[in-house]
């Protein structure tokens, strides 16, 4: 069974910045694309980046140019680092393995004044 253990949420002023992370189990790690995810109060899980195998990177366009995701193959961790937060980026965000597999318990971030 897989592990997914995402940390580093929080609450944060708009505007802020915070950095998540992913630690993944599973020995495939490094060849998997990674996507961290995210689902705010009374709406479905949305989909928010993604890294390759390769390290090519995609984002929706609702946190471009904000969010920055990166993996570090050595440690099975993915990163989410957010930037310029809003407050309807309120939501528990989650990462997992694109096909995805079973979710972990994901990280609240919360951006209000």
């Known amino acids: 069974q897989v592990q997914l253990v995402e940390s580093g949420g929080g609450l944060v002023q708009p505007g802020g910045s915070l950095r998540l992370s992913c630690a993944a189990s599973?020995?495939?790690?490094?060849?998997?694309?990674m996507g961290w995810y995210r689902q705010a109060p009374g709406k479905q899980r949305e989909f928010v980046a993604r890294?390759?195998?390769?390290?090519?990177?995609y984002y929706t366009d609702r946190v471009k140019g904000r969010f920055t995701i990166s993996r570090d193959n050595a440690k099975n961790t993915v990163y989410l680092q957010m930037n310029g937060l809003k407050s309807e980026d309120t939501a528990v965000y989650f990462c997992?393995?694109?096909?995805?597999?079973?979710w972990g318990q994901g990280t609240q971030v919360t951006v209000s004044s």
């Open positions: 890294i390759s195998s390769g390290a090519s990177t």
């Open positions: 599973g020995s495939d790690f490094s060849i998997n694309d």
């Open positions: 997992n393995y694109i096909p995805n597999r079973s």
